[in-house]
Each structure stands twice: as structure tokens, then as C-alpha cells.
């Protein structure tokens, strides 16, 4: 088997392909470039496996829950999955695409299995989506969480802003400077103490195939505010109340919250709880313009 450790936020997940699929090695190695470790004993293992002899339907194209006692084509893919491995009481299974992700809750093990299907495949965005989905509830069990938004540093003090997608949280970014971005799609949040810090991931949209430096996934700042983004014709900055921006940050950019069970469910509404009664929280009116950096 080709191996991979990748960190984030101090989370180390080692990732493993069978030979079948050991070329899509080296496009991950390109994307994950500044988060990979060399060796790592406590790294989280999530085994890889690809099914290029059999036929399988694909799934939608959004993550969805699976039932093991769903319909006959997913028992006869759950079937193929099995024989790598082995499903708990109550598995986590998701399905996306041309791809599975099966994960024994609280294990720190999981699978994913990949598939051909007739008419286009999307063997590699399938593996990416699902690796993805892996890292994000394997961290909230961690009690860390990949948030949907953009952090940045800014001096040395770290601000995550949040919106819904084309509210300009890559617009943002875009005004930092580069080595500045922690990641514009999904920033790690953890909690030290008391004290919350915001973490880069390689999940970003600009500067994803810039070079970074080897201990990339290094970088963190605390945090310092939520910023929550709205275009507006001039720039002002707000005072959000607690509960108003729990109630969004839970709702809407919270990254694997729809496919999590419900006690980790309750678990990352107690980690929110406890961040939005300690970080501040703001609305931020702003043009598409670097003007918004004075009110920091």
C-alpha cells in the first residue's frame, strides 16, 4: 500500500491506497503540499480501495447518509465494501458519487471505497470529497471542527469570516496578504484552555497549488472575532448577538454537520456554545474592496 500522513490543526491522518488506485497518490501529494509529515505513530489510518472490475450505480452528487437496509443496489455496494471492512452496530456510511466512506463512529479507522459506473466516472473529486468528510468527523470527535468560512491572520490576531457562497470570503482572503491565509473554504477552529485558535488546512480556494513551506501546517493564530459577510454599498462593522451567530454557525458552516450522528451532533453544539460565548461576533458591510481592513 502507498502511505501519506497528513496534519491538520494536530491531527494526523495517515492515508493509505491499495495498488489499484496508488497513482491518484501523487495529485494529492500536489494538493496537500505543506501539510504532509514523514512518520507519525499516532496518525489515524483511513484504508483506500478501488473497484474497477465491477459496475456500481453512482450515488448523487451531495453527501448523503446511508441505511444498511436500504435499497438493493446499496446493499450490493455495502456488500463490496464489507470485505474491506468491518461494520460496527451503527456505521457512519456516506455515499457521494463513485465513491463510499464507512466509518465505525469513535474508531479513529475508517474506509473509503471507490467504483466504476456507466457514463462519466468522478473517481478522484469522489475520493477528495470523501477524504475530506472523513477528516471533518474524525476531528469534531476530536473536538476540533473544519469550519465552512475564510481565516486569516492579521496581525499575528485570527479572524474568521463567515457567509454563504458568494458573500466574499474568497474576496477576502484575496486582500490578505497570501502567507496570511489560514484557508478560505475550511480553517480549523480548536479549543486551547479556554482560548479558541484558528488553524490552516489545505482546503482553500486561492493559492492552492502555490508552493508552501514544509511546516505549513503550522500556522495559527488565535482567534479573535467572527466576522459574518454582507455586500452592502458601504463598510460598516456591527455587534452580533451570541445566540444569532450560533444559530448561523450551526446552520450553515459547519463542514459534515448534515452527515454526523447525534451525539457528536451535541457535542459540536456544545463546542459552538461555548465559541460563540467567547469569541465575539460581527456583521461586516463591505464593497468588494480593501476598505474593511481599517475596521480590524
Known amino acids: 500500500m502507498k502511505k501519506m500522513i497528513l496534519v491538520i490543526a494536530g491531527t494526523s491522518v495517515a492515508i493509505q491506497m491499495d495498488e489499484a488506485i496508488a497513482f491518484f497518490m501523487t495529485p494529492l501529494q500536489d494538493f496537500f503540499r505543506g501539510f504532509i509529515k514523514q512518520g507519525g505513530k499516532e496518525a489515524i489510518p483511513v484504508t483506500i480501495s478501488y473497484n474497477h472490475f465491477t459496475t456500481l450505480r453512482k450515488f448523487i452528487a451531495f453527501p448523503m447518509r446511508l441505511s444498511q437496509k436500504k435499497d438493493r443496489e446499496t446493499l450490493r455496494i455495502l456488500h463490496h465494501v464489507e470485505r474491506h471492512y468491518s461494520f460496527s452496530d451503527a456505521p457512519l456510511l456516506i455515499g457521494f458519487l463513485n465513491g463510499v466512506l464507512v466509518y465505525n463512529l469513535h474508531s479513529q479507522k475508517g474506509h473509503i471505497y471507490l467504483f466504476r459506473s456507466k457514463g462519466k466516472n468522478f473517481i478522484l473529486g469522489s475520493l477528495h470529497k470523501l477524504l475530506f468528510l472523513f477528516i471533518a468527523i474524525v476531528m469534531a470527535e476530536q473536538n476540533k471542527l473544519m469550519i465552512h468560512g475564510a481565516g486569516v491572520s492579521i496581525k499575528s490576531e485570527g479572524y474568521l469570516f463567515l457567509g454563504a457562497s458568494g458573500t466574499g470570503k474568497s474576496t477576502v482572503a484575496g486582500y490578505a496578504e497570501r502567507d496570511h491565509v489560514l484557508s478560505d473554504d475550511a480553517p480549523a477552529i480548536t479549543k486551547d484552555g479556554g482560548l479558541f485558535k484558528i488553524h490552516a488546512s489545505p482546503f482553500s480556494q486561492v493559492n492552492l497549488?502555490?508552493?508552501?513551506?514544509?511546516?505549513?501546517?503550522?500556522?495559527?493564530?488565535?482567534?479573535?472575532?467572527?466576522?459574518?459577510?454582507?455586500?452592502?454599498?458601504?463598510?460598516?462593522?456591527?455587534?452580533?448577538?451570541?445566540?444569532?451567530?450560533?444559530?448561523?454557525?450551526?446552520?450553515?458552516?459547519?463542514?459534515?454537520?448534515?452527515?454526523?450522528?447525534?451525539?457528536?451532533?451535541?457535542?459540536?453544539?456544545?463546542?459552538?456554545?461555548?465559541?460563540?460565548?467567547?469569541?465575539?461576533?460581527?456583521?461586516?458591510?463591505?464593497?468588494?474592496?480593501?476598505?474593511?481592513?481599517?475596521?480590524?
Do not use: W
Open 209 to 296: 497549488f502555490e508552493n508552501k513551506s514544509a511546516n505549513h501546517y503550522r500556522k495559527e493564530a488565535f482567534l479573535k472575532k467572527l466576522i459574518f459577510l454582507n455586500q452592502a454599498n458601504h463598510t460598516d462593522l456591527k455587534r452580533r448577538d451570541k445566540r444569532s451567530a450560533m444559530a448561523e454557525l450551526l446552520q450553515n458552516h459547519i463542514h459534515g454537520f448534515d452527515v454526523m450522528d447525534g451525539d457528536l451532533k451535541a457535542s459540536v453544539f456544545h463546542f459552538c456554545c461555548d465559541l460563540c460565548g467567547s469569541i465575539p461576533a460581527f456583521d461586516l458591510y463591505f464593497q468588494k474592496n480593501d476598505q474593511f481592513l481599517r475596521l480590524l
